[in-house]
């Protein structure tokens, strides 16, 4: 460990010689990615865990200022990869309001649509990731065969299996047939069976439960004052979700409950609860997908757009609920063809901020489970 | 032992071995081939199991697993083992160079040595220990001593973890492991493995499982600490992948590191073998009597199959719940041990004994009661039956639909 | 006493229903295909038709506009055009696509007025050697489509199986190994003699 990162450490944490200080990741196997901690333990019980960001530090706030209003679009992608259909979702919102440009009403539920089918497919890796930390690996792999099912869809709906690239300023890129939507129902049908098998497989099996709950306890207040957002909030109690606070795109024309933790095995806000929240989300997304597939109206898919686009001085914020959360874009345009200042908010990194505080006192096995509940992805925590 | 090394002697060379003069060395060399023969079955079993594991996993994880080398890629495990044997035996610096080397040895023998009290038919043992069934439980506890050595002498922090959690599991779980076959010793009189079996029947209400539901309890308790003791998930803390990259094997490499995986495969068959043969009735064959069995030969080499499949079903129940089932924390398992394993092992005993002396095994009541047991046990698998049924037809219709393929693919019909 | 005993009930339970489970995946279809060597019908019938491979151009429809040039966000596109001064024809003498760089994200195909620039469902074309990545599409200069009212580019059947580009990429390593191997002995004698000059 570098001399400078051991200022960090607490100054009692060293004056004992029984402690140790282990280095975990950024090649650990269960750090999502490249993060890295730095774990101050006696034997098995955490004194202290410092999480380490940074290892995927690519500049994509940098590039968007060097970068085209529509040549970004396939760079916010690469934000979150799990996810990359918010990230799309919330720069063309950004743009738009600066451009003061209508979105038609069918592109805007092929928005929500394709949300929904993304925001269940990261759910999944996020569930089936924690289930396979505790040592589980049979319910990641049930949960990559169903996430292999909406990846044929979005392939059939925008050409990508990951990298969407899915919306355009003023709409989206690609029309939905018939076809596709018959391919969803299809999915639906099979799907939501299968969340019940998998919570027979998993969420109700005592060894697990016994594992989550109770553990790395966020209290409601803890929750705000850190700043988590998304399912992390959610998980401690709190109804807060930006579809139905600040309804955006079409999604105050539909119907969907907020789950949030109410301490279903242990306490309120362990890692179960945030764990069972993103299960019960993704029955929520199921519904809206629904809904959003038995109303979606007849129209055009872009509005009229220039090609070339210029957006004189002004700035503006925008935000969606993403997979981890609220997810926002701070956008500054100078009259140019090219954002002038980007600024992004994401999910994960407020997460990491909370680590240091909940991990006082867990054990090893616990830290990774903490790290799995809180979801975080090491591109989204470092852009 | 020595009946049969005379046996063979004397079919080989048409003469006694009293007064050959070659017994001492004929003796030795006896013991050498019975080794060798072993240490083959150990050996091989382990590569088998290792492929038939990853088959199996596959399957449960909707996958096809390896089928590429060899027919139907039964030839896998060789293929990893050359390749492991080509990689180069790597010590880490500032390592403890000697413990590094010696731990795979004691991995490996301890486990080995369990194998010469383990029988595999009727008279087919390469001894038969009147202390059996611990002298077993004693040597695989060697096993701990190198994951122990490995563990520490890496200069590893995560192996050290690893190590150490290793060492608080065995030494929790040799207590229940113990307890729970007190019953069984209690209703044998033996601790040798051939009488063990023999004291039970062929038929499924003549095991010892079937007995009372103390010794019910006692089977489950002993299963269970049998996965602990075989460091098998729920119990896999000490090579925990997720947690601690790879446990007490995290620095080895090469052939030195084939030797702990390989150990695990090989531990599964003494786990099978010893749950088997204590609860399962071991090679017992249903209606033939002990005095038949000994006369004939087809009969023992039936005996052998018998022991085979079932433990091979136990194998299989073991590898099922690796691939169902998270793995527990450290404390969960030390208190799992002490605070449920341990106190329903020691209520059973007591009830043991106490049924013991009210229903005695000859008696007709005894027999109506081990019957019931065993219904209840059938009516247990017919539950999991319908279970399984209820799972597949759950999605059977929304999966033809999106797939336009049917569901069925049963596991013995090979990709 | 009773939370004790329901505990114990509870796991035994929970893991009854999870074995339930594994074993009736036993006997269900296994999800993964077997790719490449067991393939039940062609990788190109399971993508789906607007998959986003790598990129095609048909330079006979090009008409020259450059905007897939201008709206690649990595530039990893380059076209030259050449005018002849006499006959006032336009020729394009260089399409190269940088598949290295190239992040499949459909801003030129989804602009292309002709449907010159498309992506393929091709997929899979590892080198050793990331120079061979750049595929030219012009070999020799070619006349600027011009937009006629009988035909209409865009309904032209495409070759989305890629064999056109593949077949261009495989041409184009061939040629570099092929000049390669003649400038190899070259390079041996000129280490030679630098040898030979320093000592």
């Known amino acids: ?383 | 032992m020595k009946e049969n090394a005379n046996l063979l002697f004397v079919f080989l060379f048409k003469t006694p071995i009293e007064g050959s003069g070659y017994s001492l060395a004929w003796y030795i060399l006896f013991v050498f081939i019975i080794a060798g023969a072993l240490l083959f079955f150990a050996a091989n079993f382990a590569g088998i199991t290792s492929f038939i594991e990853r088959r199996i996993a596959a399957r449960i994880q909707t996958r096809v697993g390896p089928n590429v080398v060899g027919p139907q890629g039964i030839l896998q495990w060789v293929a990893d083992g050359i390749k492991l044997l080509l990689k180069e035996d790597l010590i880490p610096d500032r390592a403890d160079q000697f413990l590094f080397r010696v731990a795979p040895y004691f991995v490996f023998s301890g486990l080995f040595a369990a194998f010469v009290a383990l029988p595999f038919g009727y008279g087919i043992v390469a001894a038969d220990l009147n202390v059996g069934v611990y002298y077993i439980f004693a040597i695989t506890s060697l096993v701990v001593v190198g994951i122990i050595m490995g563990g520490w002498s890496s200069n590893s922090k995560w192996a050290l973890f690893g190590a150490l959690r290793s060492a608080a599991q065995i030494i929790s779980y040799e207590i229940p492991t113990a307890l729970s076959l007190i019953p069984v010793i209690m209703l044998t009189g033996s601790l040798s493995t051939q009488d063990i079996i023999k004291a039970q029947g062929g038929l499924p209400w003549d095991w010892f499982v079937f007995h009372s539901p103390f010794t019910f309890v006692c089977f489950v308790v002993f299963f269970i600490s049998a996965l602990a003791e075989g460091n098998r998930i729920p119990f896999d803390l000490p090579e925990a992948e997720s947690e601690l990259v790879s446990g007490y094997n995290t620095e080895y490499s090469g052939f030195r590191f084939l030797v702990f995986p390989m150990a695990e495969w090989a531990n599964l068959w003494v786990i099978a073998a010893m749950v088997s043969l204590t609860y399962l009735g071991g090679w017992q064959v249903p209606f033939v009597s002990i005095e038949t069995l000994s006369g004939s030969l087809v009969l023992i080499f039936l005996s052998v199959a018998v022991f085979v499949i079932k433990t091979s079903i136990v194998v299989f129940i073991v590898m099922q719940l690796r691939w169902t089932l998270p793995r527990v924390r450290v404390d969960q398992m030390t208190q799992l041990c002490w605070t449920y394993l341990v106190p329903f092992c020691l209520v059973a005993i007591v009830g043991t004994m106490i049924w013991m002396l009210i229903f005695p095994w000859e008696t007709r009541v005894a027999l109506l009661l081990r019957l019931m047991m065993f219904g209840i046990g059938f009516a247990f698998c017919f539950f999991y039956v319908r279970r399984i049924r209820f799972n597949y037809f759950n999605d059977k219709t929304a999966y033809e639909n999106l797939k336009k393929k049917s569901p069925w693919y049963p596991i013995w019909r090979l990709p | 006493m009773t939370p004790y005993f329901n505990a114990v009930a509870t796991t035994l339970y929970s893991i009854f229903e999870g074995m339930a489970v594994t074993t009736s995946y036993l006997f269900r279809r296994p999800s993964t295909i077997q790719y490449p060597n067991k393939l039940e019908k062609p990788l190109e019938e399971q993508l789906s038709d607007r998959y986003r491979g790598i990129l095609q151009v048909d330079t006979s429809v090009c008409i020259g506009c450059r905007i897939c040039e201008k709206t690649c966000p990595i530039d990893c596109i380059a076209i030259n055009l050449e005018k002849n001064k006499e006959t006032k024809e336009r020729f394009l003498t260089r399409f190269d696509i940088d598949i290295s760089k190239c992040m499949f994200c459909g801003l030129c195909s989804e602009n292309c007025s002709t449907c010159a620039i498309y992506h393929t469902k091709f997929f899979n074309g590892a080198t050793q050697n990331v120079d061979e990545l750049v595929v030219r599409f012009v070999d020799s200069p070619i006349v600027l489509y011009k937009h006629r009212k009988d035909s209409d580019p865009k309904t032209r059947e495409k070759d989305l199986s890629g064999v056109i580009v593949k077949q261009k990429m495989v041409k184009q390593r061939m040629k570099k190994q092929k000049t390669a191997k003649q400038e190899m002995p070259v390079n041996k004698i000129s280490k030679h003699k630098i040898k030979e000059e320093i000592l």
């Open chain 1, 1 to 383: 460990m570098p001399e400078s990162e051991l200022k960090y450490l607490k100054p009692q944490a060293l004056a004992f010689k029984e402690e140790m200080i282990l280095n975990m990741g950024p090649q650990h196997p269960s750090t999502h990615g490249v993060l890295n901690f730095l774990v101050v333990t006696d034997g098995e019980v955490i004194h202290q865990a410092l999480p380490n960001v940074g290892y995927l530090h690519r500049g994509i706030e940098k590039l968007a200022e060097q970068t085209s209003y529509t040549g970004f679009i396939p760079f916010t992608d690469r934000i979150d990869y799990l996810a990359a259909m918010f990230a799309n979702h919330v720069y063309v919102l950004a743009v738009e309001s600066l451009a003061e440009i209508e979105v038609p009403e069918r592109a805007q539920f092929l928005r929500v649509i394709a949300c929904e089918l993304n925001r269940i497919a990261s759910h999944l890796i996020s569930t089936g990731a924690l289930a396979l930390d505790i040592g589980a690996s049979t319910p990641f792999v049930h949960w990559i065969r169903e996430r292999e099912c909406i990846n044929d869809i979005m392939e059939a709906i925008c050409g990508a299996r990951l990298t969407y690239s899915y919306m355009r300023v003023g709409g989206v890129s690609r029309d939905i047939s018939q076809k596709i939507v018959d391919d969803i129902y299809k999915f639906l049908d099979h799907f939501e069976p299968i969340i019940d098998e998998y919570n027979r497989l998993i969420s109700f099996n005592e060894i697990f439960v016994r594992r989550l709950a109770d553990v790395a306890i966020i209290s409601p207040v803890d929750a705000v004052n850190f700043g988590l957002v998304g399912p992390n909030l959610r998980g401690s109690g709190i109804t807060m979700d930006i579809r139905k606070i600040i309804p955006y795109s079409v999604y105050d024309q539909f119907d969907f409950d907020i789950p949030i933790g109410k301490g279903f095995k242990g306490s309120l806000g362990d890692c179960y609860d945030r764990y069972f929240v993103r299960i019960l989300e993704i029955k929520e997304s199921c519904s809206i997908l629904r809904q959003a597939l038995s109303q979606i109206p007849k129209g055009d898919i872009k509005a009229k757009v220039k090609r070339k686009l210029k957006i004189k001085e002004n700035e503006c914020y925008a935000c969606v609920e993403s997979a981890r959360g609220e997810m926002g874009m701070y956008l500054v345009s100078d009259g140019s063809d090219r954002p002038y200042r980007l600024k992004i908010k994401t999910g994960s990194f407020t997460a990491m901020s909370i680590v240091e505080k909940v991990s006082q006192g867990l054990m090893v096995a616990d830290l990774i489970a903490l790290i799995g509940s809180l979801d975080v992805v090491a591109p989204e925590i470092d852009r």
